[in-house]
C-alpha cells in the first residue's frame, strides 16, 4: 500500500507540473506534446497491467483446467512478459517494472502447474506439442514494421480453408514430433498447399501466418523460404459476434507477435478490455453455456476439441489466452516504443 502511495504521489506532481509547463509560454510546444503523450502512455501501460493482473488470477484459479490454446495463449504472454524492455523505462514508472516482474514471476508458478496438468490430462497432445509449451520457444519483437495495405484481400472465401487436423499434423512435422525422434523442419505438399493458399478468411488466415512463425523459431526459415505469401485482413471492432471477438484478438496476437505495430491500436486495446469479465478475469465468459458442451467435456475419455474448451464458469479457455498474449503485446510494445510519434492511430 505504501509503495503504491508513493507511486501516485508522484503521478500527481507530474500531472502539477505539466499544467505548470503548459502555462509557460516559454516552452516548446513539442516539448509539452512529449510530456502529454508520456503521461498517457503511462496510464496505457497501467491499464494493461491491471487487466492482464486479474488474467493472471483466473489463470492461477483455473490452471488445472485451461486447455493446450490457453496455455500457449498465457505462455506467449510470459515471453513477451520476460522479453519487456523494462530498462527504457523511466524513473517514474519504476512501479510499473516491478509490476511486469510480479506478473513474471505469478505466470512462472502458474504455468508450471498448468502444463503439468497437461500432460496428464492430454498426453497425446502434450506429446506432439511440448516444443510450444515453454515461454523460450516463442520470440518476442526487438523491431516493428507496419503492414502493407496493397496487400490486403480484394475478396475472402466464404468458408474457412483450415482443417484443424491436417493443421495439427503439418506443425507435428515442422516440430518433429510427428513420431519420437522425428525428424523437424519437414514440409509437405497438403501442408505446403493449405498453409499458403489465396483468400482464407477467419481462423484460417492467423493459422497460415503461425505455421510459418513457428517454422521461423523452430529454425525452418530455409525449408520455408519462398513459400510465405503476405496478407493481412481488416478488423472493426463494432457488433463483434463471440466468435469474431476471438478471431478479432487472434489476429491482433499473431500479427503482433510477428513484429507488426499497427496491430497496436488503441481503440482496439480499448475493445478487448471490454471484452474481459471484470468478476472472473477471463474472455468469453458466457453462463448460458455451462450446459450439455460442458457436460459432455467432463465426460470420462473424452477428447477435449483442442481449440476450445468451455470452463466451468463459462469462460472460453481459447479466447482467454489468446486476449491475455494479445495483451501481453500491447504491454511489450508500450514498454519498447519510445518515440511516441510511431504510435499507430487509432
Known sequence: MRIKCIYYTVWHICIHKLSELMRASWLPLTAVLALSAAVARAEMIDDVLSSLARGADFLEGQHEHINLDGVVGYLMLQAEGRGADLASLGPVSWAQRSSVVGLVRRLDQSLERAVSALRQSEPNYYREFEPLLTWRFWSVPGSWVTTDSSLVYSSTLSAECYDEQLSDKCLTLLLGTWKQNGTPCIVT???????????????????????????????????????????????????????NADIFMENILVCGLAGFSDFYKVDWLQHIFRLQDVEVGCFGRDSTRIGEELLEQLQPHHRVKRREKVLHDGCSSHMTGVAVGALGGFLNYYLQEQDITKRPLS
Not at 505438399?189 to 493459422?207: E, I, V
Open 189 to 243: 505438399k497438403p501442408c505446403r498447399d493449405m498453409m499458403t493458399r489465396f483468400g482464407c478468411p477467419f481462423y484460417s488466415l492467423s493459422h497460415q501466418l503461425l505455421y510459418f512463425m513457428i517454422g521461423a523459431m523452430k529454425g525452418c526459415s530455409n525449408l520455408l523460404k519462398g513459400d510465405t505469401r503476405a496478407s493481412r485482413v481488416n478488423m472493426t471492432e463494432d457488433g463483434l459476434s463471440a466468435l
